[in-house]
């Protein structure tokens, strides 16, 4: 089997601090209510949604497209502020962006004028640290992404998978509390998201980062995650929140299982219920 | 197919001496009165003494400083207030009704009251040449900033990035692909500013001496002027071209 994670070698990844550091990391959210628009325009996007992740799990939402999922991370993000309801990491009220929660977006957004190795390093150098530190930074998280001969290049010369393994290493150079993926390997093709897939639970095994995973993709969802949490269609509540007994490390023949079908099951006959509903109120809203 | 192919390379190096080559017919063969409109020789000629007595080099010099000058003024400047206008509404507000009104002024209006107010120096043909640079390159750095793709600034935050670095780290290079569309629009416009304000009372430049030309009926000297003014702005355009094809290589 082609591991995606190159082997790491002495003296250059594990030079960086990866000693897991689960007590980092506890995202709350509480009664957590948005709605955008005012008015009659008013609409509810998330309702009543509350969730308690402790430190180093990795968690999976899961829901039919427009239940909010994404807007779930980017509360918790910083980029808006909630109607009500309370969201904190590791106790601290969430009030807008920073270092400590790393975003991965559904595309890459990196600078396309800064090479990978700039990319990466640019978190670190926000955070005041010096050219030098923040490079030795990137260039270990280049290794841990399999990057490593691609410092130079530019995110234009790279593969779709390529930018989002940058993506992936630039959030986590900042060694944030909580990495929050929105979709990230929604853009790429099966075979790609397959092997990223295997990659960041790679990744994810040296730091045990608290991670924040939305997709609509029930078979990502319960591949990657220790719940999954199948959220309903709008206005977006928390509909299930399962927590399966599939064991870690997870190779793709894990699929097959008996346990891995039961969960998939029970994901599928959610969604599917949940999809006709969302239908049927835009069928419905169209019409009135 | 090669063939094809050589023939549109050729026609590429031959567009402009055959352009030279119609020109000189149609002046030699007494089509027009060749007084009027002088062939290229003729103009050539007329070039190489102004050349030898050394007029055109000041000429050449005067013109460029106040391009070069108002140019980097405007520039400055255009930029500047563009990133303010584009990434503060409050600012923006304020501003853009007003510029948007001075913005369509040709700057040839303005020559009367430059000459009062800066009476024949530099300063006022500085002026000329930076007013129609600054709202073209104003023009494109606003809405290049507003334009900025908002996830990568939403990217920049989530890494860090203190508000007072985003408009140097992401703002201004995420705007820069367009902002240097104004900047190289700006180069030509520089060129017809010049015009105006070498006419609004001078002692050497391009367009003066084809103003003295004018008045002596030395056509060839007018046309030769004319082919300069061509050539410089020609040159700038495509420097700045291959400048920014380098400084902005991304977009």
């Not at chain 1, 939305?214 to 299930?240: K, N, Q, Y």
């Not at chain 1, 994901?267 to 049927?280: G, H, N, P, V, Y």
Request: proline share 6%; net charge positive; glycine share 10%.
């Amino acid at each position: 089997m082609l591991s995606l994670v190159r082997p790491a070698k002495p003296g250059s990844v594990s030079a960086q601090p990866t000693a897991p550091t689960p007590r980092r990391g506890h995202v709350v959210i509480d009664r957590l209510r948005v709605s955008f628009g005012a008015g009659d325009q008013a609409r509810v996007a998330i309702d009543d949604l509350s969730l308690d992740v402790p430190p180093g799990e990795f968690v999976c939402i899961l829901g039919p497209s427009g239940c909010g999922k994404s807007t779930v991370l980017n509360a918790i993000a910083g980029f808006m502020s909630p109607g009500s309801g309370r969201l904190a990491v590791d106790g601290e009220p969430v009030a807008k962006p920073g270092a400590d929660r790393g975003m991965v977006f559904q595309q890459p957004t990196l600078f396309p004028w800064k090479t990978v190795l700039e990319n990466i390093a640019f978190g670190p150098l926000m955070s005041g640290r010096a050219w030098a530190d923040a490079e030795s930074t990137a260039r270990s998280f280049m290794g841990m992404v399999g990057l490593l001969g691609f410092e130079k290049h530019y995110p234009a010369q790279l593969s779709g998978g390529m930018q989002q393994r940058v993506g992936i290493a630039r959030a986590l150079a900042n060694h944030p509390r909580v990495l929050l993926m929105d979709e990230p390997f929604g853009a790429l093709d099966a075979q790609t998201r397959a092997m990223m897939q295997e990659a960041l639970l790679g990744i994810w095994n040296e730091f045990h980062t608290t991670v924040l995973f939305v997709t609509h993709d029930i078979d990502e969802a319960v591949f990657l995650g220790d719940r999954v949490v199948v959220m309903s269609a709008s206005p977006g509540r928390i509909l299930a929140d399962i927590r399966g007994e599939l064991p870690r490390p997870r190779v793709p023949d894990i699929a097959f299982t008996p346990e891995f079908i039961r969960i998939k099951k029970q994901c599928f006959d959610l969604i599917r219920t949940e999809s006709l509903r969302a239908f049927e109120q835009q069928t419905q809203g169209r019409g009135a | 197919m090669t063939l094809a192919r050589t023939l549109d390379r050729l026609a590429l190096y031959l567009s402009i001496p055959l352009f030279l080559a119609l020109w000189q017919l149609v002046s030699s063969a007494g089509l027009v009165n060749a007084r009027l409109f002088p062939a290229p020789t003729v103009v050539a000629v007329d070039l190489w003494h102004s050349a030898l007595s050394g007029v055109l080099f000041v000429d050449l010099g005067m013109s460029c400083t106040r391009v070069v000058i108002g140019y980097a003024a405007g520039a400055g400047a255009g930029i500047a207030i563009g990133v303010l206008t584009g990434r503060y509404a409050l600012i923006g507000n304020l501003f853009t009704p007003v510029f948007q009104l001075l913005r369509p002024i040709p700057p040839i209006a303005f020559v009367p009251i430059v000459i009062l107010w800066f009476g024949l120096s530099e300063l006022g043909k500085w002026f000329l040449v930076f007013w129609g640079v600054f709202f073209t390159v104003w023009i494109a750095t606003h809405l290049a900033v507003q334009r900025v793709d908002d996830m990568l600034i939403r990217a920049a935050r989530c890494l860090g990035t203190p508000d007072h670095r985003l408009i140097r780290e992401v703002v201004l290079p995420g705007a820069m692909p367009v902002i240097f569309v104004g900047l190289r629009t700006a180069v030509s416009i520089s060129f017809y500013t010049l015009v105006a304000a070498e006419l609004a009372g001078t002692f050497a430049g391009l367009a003066y001496r084809i103003d003295i030309a004018h008045q002596n009926m030395q056509i060839g000297q007018m046309m030769g002027g004319l082919v300069m003014l061509g050539v410089m702005s020609a040159l700038a355009d495509r420097g700045f071209g291959m400048l920014s094809r380098r400084l902005v290589w991304w977009a």
